[in-house]
């Protein structure tokens, strides 16, 4: 009995999270992230760069003593890289245990897009479009849902050739 | 049932407070072995752990644990009492220790969410033979032993831990000693009277009081007699037996005082409040508030220790890393440059001092020392000792070196099987040392230290060495050779033995053979980030060392700036710094540059070269050149300036990175009192680097 009261309450914090989205802006394409994956949102602080490491990350971040590699979307994407300035932020993601932030120019908002209303992204070519999960509709915009997943760990080709270059 | 409550924080206390017990118990009992004899400390430890090991089980109704806990405390009780001579303290150890044994597995169970259902009851039974057995031998079996195991658990409610040997007895006796006519000094009679009564009883009053400080007492003795009350658990005949020993006495009236006695009694010993406080509770409040002191204060057990969850020092750890940051912040805050606040600097470096002080106290809470660690090995080599016949000492060597929490948890399993291995498979069988020439004795050796950034511990043991040939058969027939065997080093093949599915042991015995010994070490401690290295010495013995390194390990660090970024040098590595003169700066055809240090010509590595870090200064002549060495390996690091030396905790690079790839160099990174961080470099990696 308790237990299916648990179970229903968890089922309805999962609900809560289901099918939000945090948008945020890089130039002029809106991303969507799934909430259930954010942690925080966070300025920009000072970052620590690490050697050797793939361009796009930019080091690491002492958030309240717990140390997080920073990820720049921008790079990550191959776009070129803008100067940070205020609005420039910093999603903490938690994936499997992976804590990692992500530096994106602004954040903007937390909208809800139902299942319906994505659709999965065009077949241009198998190497376009890995990181973007679907195509979420929202009025007249749409937003490119990340897949947080291969965002974070399909990159050990990507590793590679960085190494080469 | 267990699995419903697996949460609950009653369970975890209980889980907690009776493995602390057990492990407590289980050193005075080794130490009791040691010394083959029992001391009455001992014992009443022994019997107070078993007493709450009852109670609580009790409560949490593991009824087989309490069952088992009540049998071992009766044993002690009576061990306690009565003292018997000639204890078996072999066979003594080895039923508790059985008993140990078993309440651990139940304690195992109950973790791990599954019903605590061992049957004690055989182990009970002999408990209760050999019970019986030391009262035959002493001669004192009056009761019959269901009798006695009632009493005796009566009675254990009024047993308060300073006051271990007051007895609570049941007879209650009322004795009037009158001394011949004009035998003198009737008052000192009295006393040695009383003096002899210790050694049965500690509950008595007598009357009149005063006898030795008071010379009337003695016209009040020969007129009324000495008045004894007193409660004991000896018969009527004893007691007669004890007054009539008395010399020059001329009349005795010894009567046995039934529990309506009982007001006279606390009246006779309420007379007494002054002197002896402790003695006279009357009989109500002596129960209660004897049980409540007992348990308040068994409960605590070490009251100046408490166990945190781990989780909770993180944070903490956190917390006070977070404050450090936001002190500086207040204090250095761009708003205040250029104003004169004499009291804001004054509090402002209070609170500075405080902040320092609070992060050292934070760092070194999750720091305990290996000795529990150490002492667990005591039991298993003695256990091993007395199943294969070896006669072995084991010696502890550093057990007060400090490595963190985790840690340890991660080398407990692997020590074990270390020792395990060097007994079963290391230590000879005693004929064999004596044809060897070696001591009958043989002695395994765990030590402990600090080198440089890591704790190195080494399980030592002077037995026959690993035998090389039979490890290149063994791994020959397991197919675990990876490389020709002419190619391999001495060490590469003792190496083998770490693999999986390695035993050379023929006969499987109940401690080691299996083949997953060795292969369990090199994974937890590989866990850890750790290597496992083996030397052996062919009948001289083998070396097991396990190098356990920094992962949130506190270590002395050296800062130094290179452009924008901060690295911290451990200053174990660091054999000194210095600026370099340019005459003796060397460079070669491939442009690696080296400088003469003492007659010695040494690699100099640019950290803002090997790591691309933007700085000025690139002159060498204008930074300063650190000088690491490790593992005999010595370079030179060239960085901008130092910035000092500090304690920091190490902290591993975030997974996500660890996952890219390997950064050469780097073995972690800290946080610097500022909030920034400084990445750790890996001396002996940085000399290899080249």
Known sequence: MADKLVQDIYDQEEDTQKGKYLTFSLGNELYGIEIKHVTE??????????????????????????????????????????????????????????????????????????????????????????????????GNEVKLLLDCDKLLLEDEANCLTSIIE | MSSHFSNEPMLEIFIHETSQLVEKLEQSIL??????????????EIFRIMHTIKGSSSMMMFNNLAALAHAMEDLFFYLREEKPKDVDCNSLSDLVFEGVDFIKLEIIKI???????????????????YLLSLKKEDGKLDLSPAEKGAEVEKQHYYISQDKPQVQVPQNHYHAVVYFEDGC????????????????????????????????????????????????????????????????????????KMERTDEPAWAFRKAQKAGEEAYKERSKASVETALHREEKESL?????????????????????????????????????????????????????????????????????????????KMNRIVRDMCKKLDKDVKLEIIGEETEVDKNIIEHISDPLMHLVRNALDHGIEAQEDRHTKGKPSKGTITLEAKNAGSDVVITVRDDGRGLNKAKILERARENGLLYRPEEEMTESEVFNLIFLPGFSTKEKITEFSGRGVGMDVVTKNIE????????????????????????????????????????????????????????????????????????????????????????????SLTEGIIIMVENNQKTCCIFADELLGQQQVVVKALPNYIKKLRHIRGLAGCTLLGDGSISLILDAAELADYR
């Not at chain 2, 973790?111 to 004690?120: I, S, T």
């Not at chain 2, 009357?207 to 009527?236: A, H, M, W």
């Not at chain 2, 451990?570 to 340019?582: C, E, G, I």
């Open chain 1, 41 to 138: 949102i966070v300025g920009l602080q000072p970052i620590t760069e690490v050697p050797e490491l793939p361009d796009y990350i930019k080091g690491i971040m002492n958030l309240r003593g717990k140390i997080i590699p920073l990820m720049d979307v921008r790079l990550r994407f191959k776009k070129p890289f803008r100067d940070y300035n205020d609005r420039t932020c910093v999603i903490v993601i938690d994936i499997d245990d992976l804590s990692i932030g992500l530096i994106v120019d602004s954040v903007s908002e937390v909208i809800s897009i139902a299942d319906s209303e994505i659709v999965p992204p065009p077949e241009l070519n198998k190497v376009g479009n890995r990181y973007i999960k679907g195509i979420g509709k929202v």
């Open chain 2, 31 to 44: 130490d009791s072995e040691k010394a083959s004899c029992y001391t009455l400390p001992a014992i009443n």
């Open chain 2, 111 to 129: 973790k791990n969410g599954e019903e605590a259902d061992g049957n004690a009851a055989l182990l009970i039974n002999r408990i209760r033979h």
């Open chain 2, 184 to 255: 003198e000094m009737e008052n000192i009679r009295a006393y040695t009277i009383i003096h002899n009564l210790k050694d049965l009883t500690s509950e008595y009053v007598y009357y009149p009081e005063d006898i030795i400080e008071n010379d009337e007492s003695v016209q009040i003795i020969r007129e009324k007699g000495f008045e004894i009350y007193l409660q004991t658990e000896c018969s009527y005949q004893e007691m007669n037996d004890f007054f009539m020993k008395t010399v020059f006495l001329k009349d005795l009236k010894l009567e």
């Open chain 2, 299 to 375: 409960s605590t057990g070490h009251p100046s220790i408490i166990s945190v969850n781990v989780q909770k020092l993180d944070k903490l750890m956190d917390l006070v890393g977070e404050m450090v940051i936001a002190e500086a912040m207040v204090t250095q805050n761009p708003d205040l440059v250029g104003l004169q606040l004499d009291n804001f600097q004054k509090a402002a470096r209070q609170l500075r001092k405080i902040t320092s002080e609070l992060q050292d106290t934070v760092m070194s809470i999750r720091m305990v020392p290996l000795v529990t660690t150490f002492q």
């Open chain 2, 527 to 618: 866990a850890v980030g750790g290597t496992v290295t083996v030397d052996s010495k062919q009948d001289c013995g083998t070396t097991v060392v396990l190098k356990i390194p920094l992962t949130l390990a506190i270590i002395d660090g050296m800062n130094a700036r290179v452009g924008k970024s901060c690295f911290t040098i451990p200053t174990t590595s660091v054999k000194q710094s210095f600026r370099p003169k340019a005459t003796d700066i060397l460079t070669d055809p491939d442009h690696n540059e080296m400088i003469m240090v003492r007659g010695q010509c040494l690699p100099i590595i640019r950290l803002h070269k090997l790591y691309n870090v933007q700085t000025e200064v690139r």
